[in-house]
């Protein structure tokens, strides 16, 4: 019998939302780069006597997530305490959902391996409070001894969605499109900024291997599962998943057995390591927050969330292959983000023809703001002035190569009317009437070569081309080469 | 109702109380007191005097709860007093005994 | 009369009057507590600065023709689980020994707002814990009826120094009867109010479902002053009700109790065996003042709420006080016993922190919502709590209140119960049914027992939701037949009101 090892994953995604205050009081979230314990309250610090009140805008980002993940929302919702003592939780519980999450049962497609779009099962989205952070050198970077770690509670209390899939996921490539995509989505709602780097999204991994027989498919062995930690970007996501995945395999290859633990990615050695196993496994005592009344998700803020919904990414895509003619890549590319597909769309309405505009935007476009370090919001170049050039090229009155030229003064901040001139282009292109006095004045200097050429020395018609790249060269590349090879071979012809 | 030893200490443990070897038997027995006391419930529950089938638990939605906070940030004046006194601080950090990483 | 025997109406009007100061009602305060308190042990932390700044800003305002608010210049003592910013607020419990909050609570703001001066913070037991303020960790508190016995608990000291004639006016936090139970031993009106009428922030929780915050007076209309001042609806609390509140004073002019259906509690006969006679006759008496007065008597049964809410609440009350006091890890604030690892830093600062009666309760709480056996107690415990919730709206179809004994007994003797923690637990077994159905009850003192130490002996009345209007309504036709609640006959003056 052969055996075949298929990956089982499941992915706990944390996001932080995107309020102003905390979910439980009106301390500010934006503690980056903030003094330690400067944004902190007795509520946040759990002072005796202090209570949490829940932030509304939370619950309404939480809502607006749930509903775009296809989840149903619950009508009534509650929050439970999680005891347990840690020194970043400073009540030492943590409030969360249990049994009843804000939002169940929703579903979002991720390209498959195959290639074939894949459906992956939300089982849930539910809202908690963030934990405060532990640092274990001092703010200056020393290492005060190996005695302390420090405690700074500005983090705790910022919301979180936790967005939790069902162990849909074959693949660590399967897993990054599945992280990708609810980034891409938490990005759109403007729930979450989505910054893995920063933290504010989260990724936890739930993965075991089954074996199973070859020929049958049968599943002869289910693998322990663990939970993998501490991947901070995308790529560390599949790294992570392909080194664990790999582990189990073998482990389980050679006989061996696997236990439930949860397990710490090492990225700099590419490696994942055991932080604690199943027997350290903590009772969390959950029970509902007697401080905080049930939460009514009223009828009314469903439909008008629901009614203020963007266009989701995926139907974006749809719609720009559809709309466009785009080739699903490029759709994809357009689509990705919410400002780059409304530059895309506002060039498209200003008279670009869409395929050359996309062509545009992920080469010379992108090209510029990764040089420059700019965002598709601060961008120079204005879509309307982008359709226009690309309209000229299209027209082609403009060849890419001065086009691109024209770009570059653009991208300095120059108008479209002084940009061209720089870039040695006539505004309105060159008339067919100029193109025909540039070959006169070309064959006017060639007359050894048209010699040649009429007396029949040139069969591979090289002698042509170099006469078709001398006009070039004269009309700076703003004539088209097929059509002046043309008017070539006509006027050649004629002397004959 | 039977409590043992091994109850108290798990409990103990969970709540972070160190409690005392001669702690322990009075904790047991006031387990079994405080239990025992409870189990009259599962008594008349057999005998028909308490129904508890259907009954919901938590009777949450009477109350009348005041509206969800707005967004709105709030700078609180609490945290030099706190900062200064804290256990153990350093800068405007508090202080715990070091944590591995991974713990 | 000295002036701390005043009433706190009766101080208001004197003040804003002018016939005497705020300054003046507070050093007689002061000099009463500095006389009395050797014996008595009421108080954790005495404000006396703070206080004669305050009363000297009252006067200020007065004489400026400014009005201080609806309790200028009344001294106020506070339990000690309630914050006021920048007085130590221990919940008597060495975890907390020295912790001074940071802010205050919202009934302080409130107090300050209306004017009142405090005078100083109540000894209770730890962190409310208790029927006999002898589990505060400091010092036990003396009934001043006979200062060999409890003055009942948790709110002890609250109680005893607004017997003792401290103040007028004092604030206690009943959770399973932690203001009727002291009010009913020291011979004064207690109210503990309707869930969610007074907010909740700056207490520091024990049972944060069941906790409230209320008053404890000498008279009627003191009690009603106070909690006009105190029921105010917070955004602070979530559990705050936004609703609007009545004028509490409005009842208190009630000729009569006609038309009113006052009910006893059938299932009290099978109970007569555990409860002392005194208390019987007592409530036997009044209850014959309420006919007297009007009032149709009525019978109501409550067989879950007397047979099991004792034992639901000693469930439920401990496994949300085991989550409460979780934050006490030495890591922010209080009592820090530093170790070289980060487990020994919590269990020796809790083990340290906590006294015998707080670790049973967390170590109860705790047991009881871990693995494997919510279901069977903390579920179980709540879906009773349910059915109480729905045997009282029963009743109260059939009455208007609902009378019991506040305690089984008078005030028991320091040191009697103190080894027997499930017998103390019995002393609460008619008040803490009105926590867990969330209702607003009063304890009036109905008389006293014979003998060579008269005991006072209280009266429970409970209302139905938001009905605090209905039991003031009743108190004060009781009090015009009872006579107001007397100051304990300690030290030299001792004056007024119905002492035997
Ligand atoms: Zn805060």
Redesign the interface.
Known sequence: MTFRYIPVIGLEIHVQLSTATKIFCPCSTDYIGAEPNTNVCPVCLGLPGSLPVLNKRAVELGVRAGLALSCTIRNHTVFHRKNYFYPDLPKAYQISQYDLPLAEGGEIYIPGDDGRPRRIRITRLHLEEDAGKLVHSAADGRLEGAAFSFVDYNRGGVPLAEIVSEPDITSPREAREYVARIRQTVRYLGVSDGDMERGSLRVDANVSVKKTDETSGEVLYWGERTEIKNMNSLRAVERALEYEIIRQTGVLAEGGSLERETRHWNDGEGITTSMRSKEAANDYRYFPDPDIPPIVVTEELLESTRNALPELPWAKERRFAGEYGLPEADAAFMAESLPVALYFEECVKNGAAPLRAANWIRTEVFRVMNEKGLSMDSFPVKPSVLAELVALVEGGKLSTTVAREVFAHLAEGRSLKDALPAAGASPGGLSAEDVEKMVDRVLLANGDVVEEIRSGRDPKGKKIKFLTGLVMKEARGQADAAAVSGILERRLGEGR | MTISEK??R???D???????EK?IEP?VR??E???G??A??SR?REEG??N?DG?????????????????????????D???A????R??????????L??? | MELFALSAAEMVRGIKAKDFSASEVFASCLSRIEALEPELSALLALTAGMGREEAARIDGMIARGTDPGPLAGVPVVLKDNMCLRGVPATCASRILEGWIPPYDGKVAELLAGAGAVFAGKANMDEFAMGSSTEFSAFHPTSNPWDTGRVPGGSSGGSAAAVAAGYAPLALGSDTGGSIRQPASYCGLYGLKPTYGLVSRWGLVAFASSLDQIGPFARTVEDLALLLSVIAAPDARDGTCSPRERPDYAAPLAAASLRGKRIAVVKELDAMRSSVDPEVLRVLENTLNLCREEGAEIVEVSLPVSLEFGLPCYYILAPAEASSNLARFDGVRYGLSCREDSLLDLYLTTRGAGFGAEVKRRILTGTYVLSSGYYDAYYLTAQKVRSLMKAEFRKAFGRCDLIALPTAPTPAFKKGELVDDPVRMYLADVFTLPVNLAELPALSLNGGFTGGKKPLPVGVQFIAPQWGEPELLNAAAVLERRLGKAPIAPLGAATEGGNAP
């Open positions: 109850d108290v798990h409990v103990a969970l709540a972070r109380l160190r409690v005392e702690e904790l006031h387990f007191a405080i239990l006391h409870f009259t419930l008349a005097r308490l508890l009954v919901d638990p938590f009777l949450f939605s009477e109350r009348e709860a005041p509206p969800l906070r707005e967004d709105e940030p709030v700078r609180s004046a609490v945290r007093d706190v900062l006194a804290a256990p153990e350093k800068d405007s950090f508090f202080v715990v005994p070091r944590i990483e991974e713990e």
